[in-house]
């Protein structure tokens, strides 16, 4: 086989995969909805939200990146409502499927067609009694409870305070993250400037 013949064949198979792709059709992972952020949203049976209650953002919040949130401790809930119902409804109870307690302060309103944000000015809701230690990474299940709009469930990442995560208020009783080594200097006999 000439080297034209090699260099043809090995194009062909190199491209199988790419051409492949594009044969995925209606099914393609980029004709599913998603969520541009590392925060959870409600996304059910192929739409966004569920029961006219839409999640833009969902997360627990963890420790430092390095750092941990002990078993026993507690950890913040911060979730964004947006009712689409024609009626105002309200967020009366949440359960952390395995992970502990969850604490609100009384239930939260969620006027129609308006955001409602849990963690402005400081969270609403707080797992406490953790049953395990938290690190960041890990995934929560939530049963939301609603006043007209019933029961809801979602999955939410716990995230580290990191990145654009640095601007919450750290989680009650978090371990600090071991310090950072920083680099030495070290001088040579040539650098004597």
């Keep these: 086989m000439t080297s034209r013949r090699w260099i043809i064949a090995a194009a062909a198979f190199l491209a199988a995969p790419v051409l492949a792709g594009c044969a995925a059709g209606f099914d393609a ?9 590392e925060a959870a949203a409600l996304i059910q049976d192929g739409s966004y939200g569920a029961r ?11 420790p ?7 078993q026993g401790g507690s950890a913040p809930i911060y979730l964004h409502f947006v009712n689409t119902n024609g009626e105002a409804d309200s967020l009366v109870g949440v359960t952390a499927e395995g ?4 604490k609100m302060a009384a239930p939260i ?3 129609s067609n308006e955001g409602v944000n849990t963690g402005k000015p400081s969270p609403q809701l707080m797992i406490e009694g953790l049953t395990k230690p938290l690190s960041g990474g890990e995934s929560v299940k939530l049963a939301l409870q609603f006043a007209n709009a019933g ?18 208020p750290s989680a009650p009783g978090a371990t600090p993250a ?6 030495t200097e070290t001088h040579t006999a040539e650098s004597g400037h």
């Design 29 to 37: 992972n980029t004709n599913k909805p998603y969520a541009p952020n």
């Design 52 to 62: 006219g209650v839409k999640i833009p953002q969902a997360f627990v919040l963890g």
């Design 64 to 70: 430092d990146s390095g750092a941990r949130l002990a």
């Design 99 to 102: 992970l502990g307690t969850v």
């Design 109 to 111: 309103a969620l006027p």
């Design 151 to 168: 029961s809801v469930s979602v999955t939410v990442p716990v995230v580290t305070r990191s990145r654009e995560f640095t601007q919450y």
């Design 178 to 183: 071991p310090p950072t080594p920083t680099p």
